[in-house]
């Protein structure tokens, strides 16, 4: 479910599928130490319970799937709506030098033994990019302004479907909540924790993002 490239802690994942009046799907995990991910390429589970996607080792991904299929196809004439949230952090190899990014995933296979690390993201590689074929969701946090993709900068959260030419992004931050509700920044090549939270309607996808203040429930 979460493709990324250089490093993440990824130590609290919520996730509720619902299809119209009908609940299943809901999990709330506090550390994977007992997840059973299903873990590729250069993910681990930490001692303490954290995922690790990689660990700075150059051109490598990691995956971490949930350990069975969820269902997303809605029954006839229902309507499916999904949220989830989760806490990362990305620790570059050097601080001044930002790692491309991971991306929370939804994939009809846990197979992704041909997409590519780097601005590929560990989702797709330059065959299946865009290929209606892939049925892929994603919701990238990247960190690198690749042209070629067309992002909209250095630092944004977008929405990729099978493609990662986003149909939507935004520069990574948060609104504030105040009485002005101001836009503020975030900084994801900070290393520090963050929240994302993902919530999808009946066709209608936003992806929030805020910082995450460890002990409290913000
Ligand atoms: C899903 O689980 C969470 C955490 O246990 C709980 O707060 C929430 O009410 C549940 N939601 C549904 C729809 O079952
Ligand atoms: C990363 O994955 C590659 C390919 O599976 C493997 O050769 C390498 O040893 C792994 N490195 C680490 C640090 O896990
Ligand atoms: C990554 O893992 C490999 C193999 O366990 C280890 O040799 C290497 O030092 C690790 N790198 C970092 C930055 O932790
Ligand atoms: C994964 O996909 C690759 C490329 O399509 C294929 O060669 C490989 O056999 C698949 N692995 C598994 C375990 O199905």
Redesign the pocket.
């Known amino acids: 479910m979460m493709s990324p490239i250089l490093t993440l802690f990824y130590f609290f994942l919520f996730l509720k599928i619902a299809t119209c009046g009908v609940q299943n799907n809901n999990f709330t995990f506090n550390g994977f130490g007992g997840a059973k991910l299903d873990l590729d390429?250069?993910a681990?589970i930490t001692p303490e319970g954290l995922l690790l996607l990689t660990?700075a080792?150059r051109l490598?991904t990691g995956h971490a799937f949930h350990p069975a299929p969820l269902r997303f196809k809605p029954p006839t004439g229902e309507t499916l709506s999904f949220s989830t949230t989760f806490v990362f952090a990305i620790i570059s190899e050097y601080s001044e030098v930002s790692s491309h990014g991971i991306a929370f995933l939804v994939s009809p296979t846990v197979n992704l033994s041909t997409a590519l690390p780097n601005q590929w993201l560990g989702l797709f590689n330059s065959e299946n990019n865009c290929d209606a074929a892939n049925h892929v969701l994603a919701v990238e946090l990247d960190m690198i302004e690749n042209p070629e993709f067309a992002d909209i900068n250095d630092n944004h959260v977008g929405i990729d479907v099978n493609c990662l030419n986003s149909v939507d992004s935004r520069p990574a931050g948060y609104y504030s909540g105040s009485a002005t509700d101001q836009f503020e920044s975030l900084n994801l090549h900070s290393g520090e924790p963050m929240q994302v939270w993902v919530d999808y309607a009946g066709g209608d996808i936003h992806a929030t993002q805020r910082y995450h203040i460890p002990g409290s429930n913000a």
Do not use: A, R
Request: proline letters at 0%; charged letters at 0%.
């Open positions: 390429g250069n681990s660990n080792t490598m």
